[in-house]
């Protein structure tokens, strides 16, 4: 991988790939965190904006130009970034890149069609509540926190969309949208600096003042159980979460061991003990959240009505367990799990699409490309994992979600 930075701040990173495809992968620091308490859902509603018409195209032009040239295009708003990508052939590398370029640095944020994207949101929001583990998910995040911006969805509330006006969609594109805060990654045939000379020609002559603001992303979270009844649920969820953003890269990375071999897959501990051994559940898991505003280690569970308490007090006792466990992690086992851990991450990649949009927001997150597979170095012990397991794995916020 070759980087480069332009002089007006734009952060560029480029892969050879062999073959006729290009990918792309243009990031800023304007996800929902960067959000103000009476913009929740704005930065959302940007990237659904920045699409309605620029100083050169208007919405139809904007959709047949990107139909003509892409094998794929979307955008993304997540809690601490939004991207915008696509796929073209490496011969239409450039006219693809121009549109977006145009999309990205000239939109006009028309008040035609501006209502009827605000109603399509709302009913985004709807089908986004559809799902019952997204739904126990969110409630959990409504529940453990008091401040913390992932208490509403990155979309916002119903209330806070409809109060969604074009100005403060403007205001939030100006102060946000800025050389130096964008990254942009290329995967292409192309050579390098083709590549750079095209990103020269529609992004280099980009000037615009960005002040980074320093914010308070981070609180402890509200332990206990907390309950909400759902009407046409089949069975009932549960998830965990603690807190994670006090650990440090290093922590980070033991805790990432320790949930390969806790949480992940049908070997894992979580399903032996509580669906192989107990039939208590259908589903099980745990995962790490470490994205910037979120830094959560979370365990989510599909079961029973009848199993709910039963479910938690041997998920509890397994986190008591394995506090102290001895021999779970030996030397050879987790050599094992780390080269499994390579191996899912290269799986992850394989499409160049997905390799761009990695390491684009790794580098808005972390200011680095990688976020964890190349620190697996020196001496990695069960004592050190233990250490951080029993650092995180304290003072849960547990959402169920049951059925009426």
Known sequence: M??????????????????????????????????????IGVAHAVEHMIFKGTKKRNENKINLACDEVFGFHNAMTNYPYVIYYGTTLSSDFEKGFEIYSDIILNPIFPEEG???????????????????????????????????????????????????RLEGIKEFYYKHYAPSNCIITIASSLDYEEVLKIIENYFGSWEKEYLCEERDLYEINNKGIFTKV???????????????????????SLLKIFNARFG?????????????????????????????????????????????????????NNIENIKFSKGVFKENNIRKIIKNMHLKEELKVERSIELCKKITT???????????????????????ILKVVNKVLKNPSIQVLRPE
């Open 2 to 39: 070759k980087r480069h930075s332009f002089g007006n701040g734009i952060k560029v990173n480029y892969i050879k790939r062999e073959g006729t495809l290009s990918s792309f992968c243009i990031g800023f620091d304007a996800g929902a965190i960067v959000e103000e308490k009476n913009e």
């Open 114 to 164: 501006f209502k009827e994207e605000i109603d399509i949101i709302l009913e985004e929001l709807k089908e986004w509540k559809d799902d019952p583990y997204q739904d126990c998910e969110d409630e959990l995040y409504f529940n453990s926190f008091n401040k913390r911006r992932i208490k509403e969805l990155i979309i916002g509330t119903e209330e806070s969309i409809k109060n969604i």
């Open 230 to 252: 759902r009407k046409g649920l089949n069975g009932a969820k549960i998830q965990y979460c603690f807190p994670i953003h006090f650990l440090d890269e290093e922590e980070i």
């Open 264 to 316: 992940e897959g049908t070997s894992s501990v979580l399903y032996d003990e509580i669906r192989t051994r107990n039939g208590l559940v259908y589903d099980i898991g745990s995962s790490i959240k470490n994205e910037n505003g979120i830094k959560l280690f979370t365990i989510k569970l599909g079961t029973s009505e009848k199993n709910i308490d039963k479910a938690i007090k041997l998920i509890d």
């Open 362 to 384: 790794n580098e808005i997150m972390y200011d680095s490309v990688y976020d964890g597979l190349n620190e697996f170095k020196g001496n990695i012990g069960e004592y050190k």
